[in-house]
């Protein structure tokens, strides 16, 4: 017999599980965005309201739902005028739980707007 259990809310001994950043060891945000210009445009996202330009290659995620704590960004990839380049915090401020900063570069470490970008974020617990 194959079925499946929908529930709107899990009580636990610790407290209530009512949404997916509840739980550990799955993704607590990730998006998936474009950019024109200076223009970032979100193509696909989870627990992301929106990537704000701060400046060339420096950007900023705003959180749908703040993280309960510590996070760590597990993947990024990003892709400048047809180089490959990376995704890198901008400095020791840029993780709080309600947004994070981060830098785009290009294959020769300089700051650069991405055509693509995306990154993945999992909560420490």
């Known amino acids: 017999m194959a079925g499946g259990i929908v529930v709107n809310t899990i009580n636990t001994d610790t407290g209530l599980f009512s949404t997916n950043n509840a739980y550990l060891g799955v993704a607590k ?16 996202s989870f627990n992301v309201s929106s990537i704000t330009y701060n400046a060339t290659g420096d950007w900023t995620a705003t959180f749908t739902t703040a ?5 760590s960004v597990a993947a990024g990839f990003t892709r400048v005028s047809g180089n490959a380049g990376m995704i890198n915090a901008v400095n020791d401020t840029s993780f ?3 947004t994070f900063r981060f830098g785009t570069v290009n294959g020769s470490s300089a700051f650069a707007n991405p055509l693509y970008a995306g990154i993945v974020i999992f909560n420490q617990g």
């Open 67 to 71: 993280m309960p704590n510590a996070y």
């Open 29 to 44: 945000a990730w998006v998936y965005f474009s950019v024109s210009g200076t223009t970032p445009t979100v193509q696909n």
């Open 96 to 98: 709080t739980t309600t």
